[in-house]
Each structure stands twice: as structure tokens, then as C-alpha cells.
């Protein structure tokens, strides 16, 4: 579901117009000031790798049904990542997991629902049996030169192709796992430079 502009303060009610915040032009509340920000979804994810190569879930649902990803979803309200991560592996796939890693960071522009920073991890399976599930309608391993022509989305094919190029993603300590209480954040990959908050914090 597209995104919808604010027309109306969640606080009190009046009609929102549109003011210079920080540089661009935001909805804002002409009686009280609060300024409705539209902020990119968290999102979390799994690159799965074995033998058989890396494991992909095939979409149920629009948008882009019937194209493949990595198992991968939005984040709970008060969920780490590390745990989003490893449940939707275990909803989409079947499988249990264990995060060793970080792969990498990505913002999601072309999704017609939200904007999204992906985050995906490294894992290893602990326990599970393979089966689609939840919004997924097939799951199965690839090997990385021979992956499906229909990758969903593009921040998933940017971390295929590292993931082909031979990026692993940076390792986790052992206690660094799913039960990381929430707001804790994880490191991030030296092959990359670390992200910084560039707005107020709210």
C-alpha cells in the first residue's frame, strides 16, 4: 500500500501545510508545531548459504509477486533486527538460524509501499525443515551463478551480486545474537563506511 501524505495533526487536529523543515518541505502543524516526518521502515533479512548455494524465497504477494528475494521483512515495533532477521527466515523458509555476521546495510527506494533500510545479516542454520511459508510460495537454494532472472527488489540484487563477488559480511561475537535487547544497533562492515545519522533525533 502506497505511502499517503498527512493532511491533518496527529496531535491536534489542524490542517497541515507545508513549511521549510531542515532544508525541504514537510507537512507541519501551523497550531502546534509538530511536523510529520516521513521516515524510511526498517527491515531485516538473511543471506542463507550452503552447498547448494544461497537461499531465496519466491513472493506471494504484490508488490512484485512471484519474483524471488531473500528472506527478509519489516521490523516489529520494539524487535531487533537480529531477531526480525532469524523469524522471518523461520516464517518464510522454515528454517532456524543463528546470525554470525552483518552483511551489509542498503536503502530501499522501489518499493511503492514504503522507502526501506535493509538489514542483512549472515546466519547460520541451526534446525528447521524447508518449506515456504507465510507470504512465500517457494524456497529453494541457487547457486550464485545461476540465480533467478527476477530479484524483487534492488537493494537484494546489490547484496547478490557482493555476495557473488566474494563479500562475507563482517563477523558477530558470539554473545551478539537475536536476543539483543532493543535499540542496541550492530557493527558495521570495514568495507564499508559507517552510517551516520544526518537528521534530529526524534
Same mark, same amino acid.
Given at each position: 500500500?502506497?505511502?499517503?501524505?498527512?493532511?491533518?495533526?496527529?496531535?491536534?487536529?489542524?490542517?497541515?501545510v507545508?513549511?521549510? &523543515? +531542515?532544508g525541504?518541505p514537510?507537512?507541519?502543524?501551523p &497550531?502546534?508545531?509538530?511536523?510529520?516526518?516521513?521516515?524510511?521502515?526498517?527491515?531485516?533479512?538473511?543471506?542463507?548459504?550452503?552447498?547448494?548455494?544461497?537461499?531465496?524465497?519466491?513472493?506471494?504477494?504484490d508488490?512484485?509477486?512471484?519474483?524471488?528475494?531473500?528472506?527478509?521483512?519489516?521490523? &516489529?515495533?520494539?524487535?531487533?533486527? &537480529?531477531?526480525?532477521? %532469524?523469524?522471518?527466515?523461520?516464517?518464510?523458509?522454515?528454517?532456524?538460524?543463528?546470525?554470525?555476521?552483518?552483511?551489509?546495510?542498503?536503502?530501499?527506494?522501489?518499493?511503492?509501499? %514504503?522507502?526501506? %533500510?535493509?538489514?542483512?545479516?549472515? =546466519?547460520?542454520?541451526?534446525?528447521?525443515?524447508?518449506?515456504?511459508?507465510?507470504? =512465500?510460495?517457494?524456497?529453494?537454494?541457487? =547457486?550464485?551463478?545461476?540465480?533467478?532472472?527476477?530479484?524483487?527488489?534492488?537493494? +537484494?540484487?546489490?547484496?547478490?551480486?557482493?555476495?557473488?563477488a566474494?563479500?562475507?559480511g563482517?563477523?558477530?561475537?558470539?554473545?551478539?545474537?537475536?536476543?539483543?535487547?532493543?535499540?542496541?544497533?550492530?557493527?558495521?562492515?570495514?568495507?564499508?563506511?559507517?552510517?551516520?545519522?544526518?537528521?534530529?533525533?526524534?
Open positions: 500500500m502506497p505511502l499517503l501524505n498527512a493532511r491533518f495533526c496527529p496531535r491536534c487536529g489542524a490542517r497541515l507545508m513549511r521549510d &523543515e +531542515h525541504r514537510r507537512p507541519t502543524c &497550531e502546534c508545531g509538530h511536523i510529520a516526518y516521513r521516515n524510511p521502515v526498517p527491515a531485516a533479512g538473511v543471506i542463507l548459504t550452503g552447498r547448494a548455494g544461497v537461499l531465496l524465497v519466491r513472493r506471494k504477494f508488490p512484485r509477486a512471484g519474483a524471488w528475494c531473500l528472506p527478509a521483512g519489516f521490523m &516489529e515495533y520494539g524487535e531487533a533486527p &537480529e531477531k526480525c532477521a %532469524v523469524r522471518e527466515l523461520f516464517e518464510e523458509t522454515g528454517l532456524r538460524a543463528r546470525v554470525t555476521g552483518l552483511f551489509g546495510v542498503y536503502a530501499g527506494f522501489d518499493d511503492p509501499r %514504503v522507502r526501506a %533500510v535493509l538489514i542483512l545479516y549472515t =546466519a547460520e542454520r541451526t534446525g528447521g525443515r524447508l518449506r515456504p511459508g507465510d507470504d =512465500a510460495i517457494d524456497a529453494r537454494h541457487f =547457486a550464485l551463478g545461476r540465480l533467478p532472472r527476477l530479484i524483487a527488489f534492488a537493494a +537484494h540484487r546489490r547484496a547478490l551480486e557482493e555476495l557473488r566474494g563479500h562475507r563482517i563477523s558477530l561475537p558470539p554473545s551478539t545474537d537475536a536476543a539483543r535487547p532493543a535499540g542496541r544497533g550492530s557493527w558495521p562492515s570495514p568495507n564499508r563506511p559507517a552510517l551516520r545519522d544526518r537528521g534530529r533525533p526524534r
